[in-house]
């Protein structure tokens, strides 16, 4: 018994080599297209939608659950993207040393062993899955602010579509509470066996974007950065006229007082705000696809965190300086402040630009979570069959079909704010696993070549583990349904490891 408990404990602790890794990305039958401008596009898609378009407004002016930071939310972003840097470093590091797919779950494989590899890919996917869920449902926000905006072109079915139809059903039960309708009167129940009543409440525009995204990312990767480009070229035109447009308008006095709730709304704005730095290490998972890894990795990684923070602290400035904190709109912040400087006319460009942001975003995290399935399937965690390349397109169809299925499921259910505090969570874990694997790496394999190696080892990576695991401790000690939820991904990560991947992996190898 003894033996056989000692043999599970080193079976989990197993670590796979970093040169077999590398063999295996040699011999890969994804096709190598991207190069450093693909990267950053992919970066830039990734990270600049989230934050402009989706949160910034409840970090400024904060919410029932949480105070806001105010026009001090420029320091909630500079913390954030500081946390942010240290393990962006910590990534580029180690993808340029391993660059296959997979990201901290294949890096975790090389350092931490097997056991902690399935964790982290769990993790993972919690991250990129459950953002896209978020993402989803913002889009979704958007496109109907920009169809009233066709009121007297489009039919009225279009412009007012039944709210049961672009929304899930918890969505419909808080907006019935907040505003007193009876939900038998805002959508249809199904009626069950012993008086049980089943909501129907459809996503429909959201099943729709992820259902395109899906079809587009199985026709080939070089397709989906071309398409993404295209967007991302939109919505940053679109984000810097405001910017120039907005400074005009500025009123100094607006910005006063500039931390309306001290410390704690600066606190709370940051672990909001981080919601707008997740993304940039999707790059990382699209390392097996790179032409020139080791150079372009690390330089489309920084790259895109420095681009993009610059860029939120001058949107927060122009749109703080706009409105006083107290009318700025948490939905829709861009567009309600061009109305309130009168440029009606820019609101509804402003929509078109959140629309192209948001399907960037979409399509980025999408590739994240199909590309970190593929790595674990590869590793016999999950069944080899679901990593099947299309013979023409070169492209892991099943596993995309079966991440885009994941979105659509959840987007019928899952709460716009809770799904933003998992992704959260899931980040947090996997930048302190990354910064922890610099440090196991350095003594494990000090002479590996390093095309990239992180500044003053050993202080940055400490910097940010501490960082994250104290966003991670102050959002736990607050309380919510997102710490209880995140828990229960562990514990539902740790069952199928346990009753399904450790056995199959043995079985297979």
Known sequence: MKQKIK?????????????????????????K?????????????????????????SAIAGS???????????ISMLIAALASLFSALAYSEIAAMIPVAGSAYTFTYATMGEFMAWMVGWVLMLEYAIGNITVATA???????????????????????????????????????KYGWDVHDKMPFIHLPFGIEMPVAINIPAIFIVFVLTVLLIKGIKESTRVAGVMVFVNLSIIISFVLVGAKYVAPDNWVPFAPNGLEG?????????????????????AEETKNPQRDLPVAILGTLLFCTVLYIC??????????????????PLAHAMRAIGKNWYAGAISVGALCALTSVLLVYQLGTTRIFYAIARDNFLPRNIMKVHKKFKTPHIITWIS??????????????????????????????????????????????????????????????????????????????????????????????????????RIKE
């Open 404 to 505: 885009g299925l994941i979105v659509m499921i959840g987007s019928l259910f899952m709460d716009l704010n809770i799904s933003a505090e998992l992704c959260n969570y899931g980040t947090f874990a996997s930048f302190v696993i990354i910064c922890i694997e610099v440090l196991i790496l350095r003594k494990t394999e000090p002479d590996r070549p390093r095309p990239f190696k992180v500044p003053f080892c050993p202080l940055f990576p400490i910097l940010g583990i501490i960082m994250c695991s104290c966003f991670m401790l102050y959002k736990g000690i607050s309380g919510g349904a997102s710490s209880l939820y995140f828990l229960l991904w562990i514990i539902m990560g740790l069952a199928i490891y346990i009753f399904y991947g450790y056995k199959n992996k």
């Open 7 to 31: 043999s599970v404990i080193n079976n989990m602790l197993s670590r796979k080599s970093t040169d077999l890794f590398i063999a295996e990305s040699r011999t890969t039958e994804l096709k």
């Open 64 to 74: 029932a659950a949480a105070p806001g930071a105010g026009t001090a939310v420029i």
């Open 139 to 177: 889009w979704t926000g958007y496109l109907v602010q920009l169809l009233k905006g066709f009121k007297h072109i489009l039919p009225d079915f279009i412009v007012y579509s039944p709210i049961w139809l672009r929304n899930d059903f918890r969505s419909m039960y808080a907006m019935c509470d």
């Open 266 to 286: 600066i606190l709370a704005g940051t672990f909001i705000i981080f919601f707008a730095y997740i993304g940039f290490d999707a790059i990382s998972t699209a």
């Open 33 to 57: 297209t991207l190069n450093i401008f693909d990267l950053l596009i992919l970066g830039v898609s990734a990270v600049v939608g989230t934050g402009i378009f989706t949160i910034i407004g």
């Open 315 to 332: 949107v927060a400035l122009v749109l703080t300086g706009i409105i006083p904190i107290g009318n700025i709109d948490t939905q829709a």
